[in-house]
């Protein structure tokens, strides 16, 4: 089952400009994972936020986490036309090994040049 | 470099034939991998968790003998389709945690790069 929904589905925009995607998820979580996906790919895991974290940055990348709203945001800024892509947020991850990710619904992000 | 290699990336079957993907972990031993089935433009649903040396666990509504699961060692798995339909065409995708990472970056999967099935 997914865990939550990504908000909005389809996101095109100039390059340059900053992309915003959110994520909402249902359960209490320990970790939120964000992942992005290349058209007929497999996921490349971009940034971990921890459930006691509120902000996170990595790069052009900002992650943050509001786990009373049970929501996330993923913030590029600057976007380049190589940001081009699926991205989708992930729940369910722990230390242990057998823990599965849940994944949200993904955004489709398109980055004109 | 990949840590998880997933092979073929594309097969092309007739109906009523079998097909098998496999899953390596090439820089650590998994215990456990997992299996996903992902459809055009759509997320990835979680089908089964593979677990080395033992069976795996399904997800509800995913049928156990139509997708067999092997996971011999602690470097692979294998998902065969059987009997194949169209209907099972599909993106398949299998990732596995490296039980060494730990800290910021021990809750992180690592991805095959998926195989694309299509079934005529």
């Known amino acids: 089952s997914q865990q939550g929904e990504e908000d909005p589905q389809a996101l095109s925009i100039q390059e340059g400009e900053n992309a915003t995607m959110n994520c909402s998820y249902k359960t209490s979580i320990n970790n939120l994972q964000w992942y992005r996906q290349n058209s007929g790919r497999g996921l490349v895991h971009l940034i971990l936020?921890?459930?006691?974290?509120r902000e996170k940055h990595s790069g052009r990348l900002r992650v943050t986490l509001d786990t009373s709203k049970k929501s996330s945001s993923l913030l590029i800024t600057a976007s380049r036309a190589a940001d081009t892509a699926s991205y989708f947020c992930?729940?369910?991850?722990?230390?242990?090994?057998?823990?599965?990710?849940?994944f949200g619904k993904g955004t489709r992000l398109s980055v004109i040049a | 470099g990949a840590v998880v290699s997933q092979h073929p990336s594309r097969v092309i079957c007739k109906s009523g034939t079998s097909v098998k993907i496999e899953c390596r972990s090439l820089?650590?031993?998994?215990?456990?991998m997992f299996w996903y089935r992902q459809f055009p433009k759509k997320s990835l649903m979680l089908m089964a968790t593979?677990?080395?040396?033992?069976?795996?666990?399904?997800e509800q509504g995913v049928e156990k003998d139509k997708f067999l699961i092997n996971h011999a060692s602690l470097t692979l798995s294998t998902l065969t389709v059987t009997s194949a339909h169209p209907e099972d065409s599909s993106f398949y995708i299998c990732s596995a945690r490296n039980p060494h990472t730990t800290g910021v970056r021990g809750g992180e999967l690592f991805f095959g790069e998926g195989s694309r099935l299509t079934v005529l």
């Open positions: 936020i921890r459930s006691n974290e």
């Open positions: 992930a729940t369910g991850g722990g230390n242990s090994g057998n823990t599965p990710l849940v």
């Open positions: 820089d650590f031993q998994a215990t456990t």
């Open positions: 593979s677990n080395e040396g033992s069976k795996a666990t399904y």
